[in-house]
């Protein structure tokens, strides 16, 4: 069974600086791989996702992240944050030959410093 | 579009008594989901159901059943509520292909 490892519960940045916030999980098969936010008393909404080719894949929000097969990681980064990106983020991956189980990191909080 | 519509937003329940949180969609996607959501958990997959007539346990589905009737809709029903059941419950749903989720507005549930 795949399982998803967010290493970093809370993570405090001043505004405008830099974030990466950190995913690995384990699969025994091929995986699609997800980022979503969640902003204060909303649902999760998309980020971005992994599906295939390129590693480096761009979301919305100035939102990156890439794929890294052989350390099983999909690390997210913005080169600046602002203070509209304070939320909580959670990783997710789906098993490409059993996409209906999708699971889910414990989340990571982000907090942006004015 | 509305996308997913849970309903209620929040709801506070005496232990014991019969709960149902009702999940609807517009996308006409095949797969939906329930998800709770607890503080250092993350979210945890309770029920779901790859296209109308079938049903399949997750995670954590104890104390929990699901219907689908229908495309559109996906009860989820707590028989005999605990306090352990007190948490953020998430619907969701898939177009089945990749995984992608697309979730409703959450409902709030207190079992006291």
């Known amino acids: 069974a795949q399982s998803v490892t967010q290493l970093d519960s809370q993570v405090p940045v001043f505004e405008e600086a830099p974030v990466e916030l950190r995913c690995n999980y384990s699969s025994s098969v091929s995986v699609y791989l997800f980022w979503y936010v969640q902003y204060p008393n909303q649902g999760l909404q998309l980020l971005l996702k992994y599906l295939s080719g390129s590693t480096l894949v761009k979301g919305i929000n100035g939102f990156e992240a890439e794929f890294n097969k052989s350390q099983t990681s999909f690390h997210l980064r913005k080169p600046s944050v602002h203070i509209s990106d304070t939320a909580e983020y959670f990783c997710?991956?789906?098993?490409?030959?059993?996409?209906?189980?999708?699971?889910f990191g414990p989340g990571t909080s982000l907090s942006v410093i004015p | 579009i509305a996308g997913i519509t849970q309903a209620p937003t929040s709801q506070i329940l005496a232990a014991g008594r019969r709960m149902t949180l009702r999940c609807t969609q517009d996308m006409r996607h095949n797969a939906m989901y329930w998800y709770r959501q607890d503080l250092g958990l993350g979210l945890r997959l309770i029920h779901y159901?790859?296209?109308?007539?079938?049903?399949g346990k997750g995670e954590v589905p104890d104390g929990y059943s699901v219907s689908r009737a229908n495309t559109d809709d996906f009860p989820l029903t707590l028989a005999s509520a605990v306090p352990s059941q007190t948490s953020v419950y998430f619907c969701?749903?898939?177009?089945?292909?990749?995984?992608?989720?697309?979730f409703g507005e959450g409902s709030r549930l207190t079992v006291l």
């Open positions: 969701a749903s898939s177009e089945g292909v990749t995984g992608e989720l697309f």
């Open positions: 159901s790859n296209t109308a007539g079938t049903t």
């Open positions: 997710a991956v789906s098993e490409k030959t059993s996409y209906d189980k999708v699971i």
